[in-house]
């Protein structure tokens, strides 16, 4: 049989298929469209791939857009935010060069694969034909000719593959494409481009490049396992659901709210599952674990079975396993390796239907209505407190802590008629905000919660807003940042004001890695090397950073405001406007919300000659004794 072909290189080829590739895309209002999977590449030139990749984006830029950025690592964490706001049913690729370009990624590999999230990993490779070798940036093994910087991707992806001969692409990116859009195997993949092979030709079969269209699946329980699952839920008083984030990427927000009101369950949100109930709805008690709500962690100490959706179960969830490890689980996830985790009852679902399920097996059965009804009370109780807390006014002359920032952030939008709750996208990744957010950000819509507590990456923040917005730009994306994570990466604010993709970023300056100065302290230790202050050595000169002046650099419009009262001014401004926006306040490190919040283990030396470290592993010891196996 004569197939038709058409001659095409490896990068036209590789470029033709991407952009031919659409995904039936659920719209978090239930709708369903067919749209392009990948929204376009993001990428940083060199001689790696600007002949051969570069040529070939060039050629499709209608069909497939090329946006170029300022950092590798900074493009590839747009990426990712890019894929989580769409609920990972549409992705980005990032392409580098060789060397540098490709290691400033694997970083934001780590962050991808740790987070399950998709992100199409392009670097160029060394030459194919070794000839040149060793050519500008290459890695050379003394033992092993086919070892390459992009190698380093391996343990950080869910595929790799290098493209070694043009057909090779034929079944390599089918793959990575299977790779990224099955839910449970759901993770970063690369595909490691040779700078010739890049611009080899070959014919291809011209039906390649009619890929069908992605439809993503759910797996449903099976009978045995949803048996199981009832019967040990049946056996429960006081059940508490742990929401995470697969309840999102499945969109499973109706069922489990349909669920937890049939079966009078209160649900508790990890990082990643935070805005899975409205924070309003009476039955979700807020975030929990180490930055849990008095709410949730009193019923998580209290509860007989915990019922886990989508989590990936971590420490900061579990209270590094002293939590609730007295409690039986049962875990409903996509991905046998999470729901077979801490020896809990597996259902291996998808979070909606799997959900829909139980729900069935469950009957009329409910939890005991004391649990529900006391579930509630502390539920409203903290709404009330979170008021309290977000809404006070710091005494003159002291600087606000985070929580007062948060109330700010989030009372500027009711100042002009907008409710926070579901017109905004806050972004964060580190530092104490994390935990500031899970307590007391309100999320009224799936989704606008956009934390990465998986990696915590420092850097994340400033370009993942730069995603979130490319994702959704008729929504208002904060970014909450704080000192240190801003000076980690911020250069993708350039590129926001380039794009016109506005980001409001709100800078929390409190002078140094807070979070990590309090967590010395706590261990015993003494301050050293994480304020600013307690850094300078002899002739050096203390910090004085211009965070305004630097924003104002990359094109942003910037302020440095004086107090929580002018924060609230500048942000109902902020949203107003069109370009991207710095906002600087300084705050104190030495002030977090107290309430709430369980032991997270770090490990303390077992002997010190200070006293304070000495008593801290001793507190340590204790605590560990809730830690059962
Ligand atoms: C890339 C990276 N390096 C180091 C860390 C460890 N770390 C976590 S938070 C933090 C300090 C963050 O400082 P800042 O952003 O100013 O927030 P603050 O704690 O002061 O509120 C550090 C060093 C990290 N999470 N990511
Ligand atoms: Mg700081």
Redesign the pocket.
Known sequence: MDRKTVRLTVAQALVRYLAALKAEVTQPDGRTEVLPYCGGVFSIFGHGNVAGLGEALQAEKEVLPTFRAHNEQGMANAAIAYAKTNFRQRIMAVTSSIGPGATNMV?SAALAHVARLPLLLLPGDVFNSRLPDPVLQQVESFEQGDVSANDCFRPVTRYFDRITTPEQLLVALPRAIQVMTDPAQCGPVCLALPQDVQTFAHDWPEDFFQPEVIRFRRPPAEARELAAAAELLKSAKKPLIVAGGGVLYSQAWAELAAFAEAHGIPVAESQAGKGSLGWSHPLNLGSIGVTGSPAANRLAEDCDVVFAIGTRLQDFTTGSHALFAHAKLLSLNVQPFDAGKKRGRMLVADARDGLAQLGAALGAWTADTAWTAQARDLAAGWVARVTELTLNTPAAGTLPY?AEVIGAVRESAADIGLDSGTSDIVVC?????PAELHKLWRSGTPGNYHMDYA?????YEVAGGLGAKMARPEREVIVM????????LNNELATSVMLGRKIIVVL???R???????LQVKSGGASFN?MLDDCIPEGGVPSAIDFAMNGRSLGAEAVHVKDVAELRREMARARRATRSQVLVID?T?HRTTGDGGAWWEVAVPQVSQRPEVEAAHARYLEAKKKQFN
């Open positions: 970083t985070d990744a580190a530092g104490t905000l990696y915590s990456c420092m850097g940042v704080g000192d240190g994570s801003y000076m980690m929390l300056d409190n140094g890695y807070g979070c990590i100065e309090r994480n705050t490190h």
